[in-house]
């Protein structure tokens, strides 16, 4: 049974920093693509950051330089570093683990809130 189980959302002041995780289990973490997406209220869910099996990053362009994605396969874990939070960067943050465009699995999101 494979799980992505997102932690580390939550409220933090404009200005300030969080550091999402996604831990996996029951897939080999190692061959696959792992990415963070996210939806605000009210909108689409739009692509954060990927990195792929061989740590090749990507990230949305208006977030590249605040937002850091990294992976440790040792522990199954995708990690998302976000700094100088704003409000716009408020919504539910969600890990995504991929294979191929058909074989793809999702976390059920960690809620991120930036508010004073």
């Known amino acids: 049974q494979v799980q992505l189980v997102e932690s580390g959302g939550g409220l933090v002041q404009p200005g300030g920093s969080l550091r999402l995780s996604c831990a996996a289990s029951?897939?080999?973490?190692?061959?696959?693509?792992m990415g963070w997406y996210r939806q605000a209220p009210g909108k689409q869910r739009e692509l954060v950051a990927t990195?792929?099996?061989?740590?090749?990053?990507n990230y949305a362009g208006s977030l590249k330089g605040r937002f850091t994605i990294s992976r440790d396969n040792a522990k199954n874990t995708v990690y998302l570093q976000m700094n100088s939070l704003n409000a716009e960067d408020t919504a539910v943050y969600y890990c995504?683990?991929?294979?191929?465009?058909?074989?793809?699995?999702w976390g059920q999101g960690t809620q991120v809130t930036v508010s004073s």
């Open positions: 995504r683990a991929t294979y191929t465009s058909d074989y793809y699995y």
């Open positions: 029951g897939i080999i973490f190692r061959l696959y693509q």
């Open positions: 990195i792929t099996n061989v740590g090749s990053t």
